[in-house]
């Protein structure tokens, strides 16, 4: 059951592949309308967002719901957020539904490459730090999955913040992937889950109040729920609670920009060869036979020469 704890035992669990996505269009300015409730597809996503920005998209798309009325009111700054572990957020209408023809981490790089633009992720934006206390009634924070949600938190805090200063983030797209931990390890329809999602709606909604104070109605913010749909066998709680403390003990490292892997590589591979210079040019140095003609030659031989 969904509802059962979650241990790393002799018991695998089962996951299944259907996962269920829903695009909600929180905000949008006006004469940017979406209407209607027709399906769409995820290879689209980046194309209707970009037109909903102004942006000049290719053409071929067939879905209906978005109407530009006035062209001369497109947003200023527009936050795509992709929720994972959860179907609905049940914060606002219009929503749709997705067809799965590419997964999100592809829609974001499509999205990237129409706009021709830096696309800010939760990378860009996490401090590292939660700058609110938030006081959790379920949440143990010293749980590796609450941690990992209370990061996805700070991220949404750190974007509200940077928001209020005017920080030139004009697109951005997140991915929170913590809801999705608590209800693997809790279950979905837990106490834990449930004040997981009220946090993380919570944190939205103040994400709004922070655009609509800073862009008034320039702005566009848009959620993509995805739920992945779970078969689990029954678990002892006491093992739970072992592989929950032994997960605690481990040292997690902090989350690295898609751009860490070939900066370090240069790095590495551009120091290496500045030490294999450095070597060989020293050897080089050591073995080298001035020759006759040098001037170390002739200023040695002429001194030679006065003292006999």
Known sequence: MLNSPFAKTELNRQTMPTIA??????????????KGDEQLNTSELPKIISTAMGHTTPSGDSWNGLTILNPFNYPDVTISIVVEGVQSLQLSEPRYPLEIASDLYQVKNDFTSILGQVVFDENDV?????????????????????LEFLKDVG?????????????????????????????????????QAVEALTVLKSALTELQDALE?????????????????????????????????????????????????????????????LIAALISTAVFICTLDPGRDSIIYRMTTQRIKKEN
């Open 21 to 34: 996505e829903v695009a909600f269009i929180l905000y949008s300015p006006n004469g940017i309308n979406f």
């Open 213 to 273: 104070s800073t862009y008034g109605d320039r702005f566009m913010l848009t959620t993509i729920t995805n739920e992945r749909l779970r078969l689990r066998e029954k678990r002892s709680t006491s093992n739970a609670k072992e592989n929950n403390e032994m997960y605690w003990k481990l040292n997690l490292s902090k989350r690295y920009g898609k751009d860490y892997a070939s900066i370090f590589n240069i790095l590495l591979w551009t120091s290496v060869f």
């Open 155 to 191: 991220v949404l805090m750190d974007l509200k913040q940077k928001v209020l200063l005017k920080s030139p983030l004009k697109t951005v797209w997140i991915q929170l992937n913590g809801l999705d931990d608590i209800v693997r390890v809790y279950g979905r329809d837990s106490e």
């Open 126 to 146: 996490y401090s590292g730090d939660i700058q609110e206390k938030l006081t959790l009634q379920k949440l143990d924070n010293k749980d590796v999955a609450v």
